[in-house]
T-cell receptor, first 113, second 112 residues
Framework: NAGVTQTPKFQVLKTGQSMTLQCAQD?????MYWYRQDPGMGLRLIYY???????DKGEVPNGYNVSRLNKREFSLRLESAAPSQTSVYFC????????????FGPGTRLTVL | GQSLEQPSEVTAVEGAIVQINCTYQ??????LSWYQQHDGGAPTFLSY????GLEETGRFSSFLSRSDSYGYLLLQELQMKDSASYFC?????????????FGSGTKLNVKP
């Protein structure tokens, strides 16, 4: 039982490049989330997926797209990276009818030059 | 909208007790959670309050007053390993879905 996994752990991009951050969970959770965390700040919600086949925008969705590929996987795509997207990205999941415990992945540290 | 306020930094000595406060303004409030995050790590769940009162989990306790839109995390018998950032998060319940809004975090420095 690996919990929530994310790849890659680190990434450096040039402005304008694109990339996809991968997230998978093996806890059979319905809901998944993508957050970004900037230095000295809390987590801000980018996109979420209440269940397989559905996605919705969070607080800071501009510049991102997501795909809920199946119940396990939820990916985040940067189409044209900008320096303002330099951040640490966390994926999380929660059981819809369970407790309020969000389980977080280890994070992806992204730098955009 | 949603807003949460917590102190940016707190310092305490090993063995002491420290309280980290969190005040919030939100619509659709359902509960208050606390998460711990060590430098370079991922947030991990500590505690949750949906109802007024105190919840105790070992050395950690969390309190909520819904009427005051206020909660706190109490850490007792502080250990060096408790040095980390602590985030409060409000849970907003949508139809069949939970959404969370996080505070900016309180950095706790535990000194010997």
């Amino acid at each position: 039982n690996a919990g929530v996994t994310q790849t890659p752990k680190f990434q450096v991009l040039k402005t304008g490049q694109s990339m996809t951050l991968q997230c998978a969970q093996d806890m059979n959770h319905n809901s998944m989330y993508w957050y970004r965390q900037d230095p000295g700040m809390g987590l801000r919600l980018i996109y979420y997926s209440a269940s397989e086949g559905t996605t919705d925008k969070g607080e800071v969705p501009n510049g991102y797209n997501v795909s809920r590929l199946n119940k396990r996987e939820f990916s985040l795509r940067l189409e044209s990276a900008a320096p303002s997207q330099t951040s640490v990205y966390f994926c999380a999941s929660i059981d819809r009818f369970g407790t309020d415990t969000q389980y977080f992945g280890p994070g992806t540290r992204l730098t955009v030059l | 909208g949603q807003s949460l306020e917590q102190p940016s930094e707190v310092t305490a000595v090993e063995g002491a007790i420290v309280q980290i406060n969190c005040t919030y303004q939100t619509s659709g409030f359902y509960g208050l959670s606390w998460y711990q995050q060590h430098d370079g790590g991922a947030p991990t769940f500590l505690s949750y309050n949906a109802l007024d009162g105190l919840e105790e989990t070992g050395r950690f306790s969390s309190f909520l007053s819904r009427s005051d839109s206020y909660g706190y995390l109490l850490l007792q018998e502080l250990q060096m390993k408790d040095s980390a950032s602590y985030f409060c998060a409000v849970r907003v319940r949508l139809i069949n879905f939970n959404k969370f809004y996080f505070g900016s975090g309180t950095k706790l420095n535990v000194k010997p």
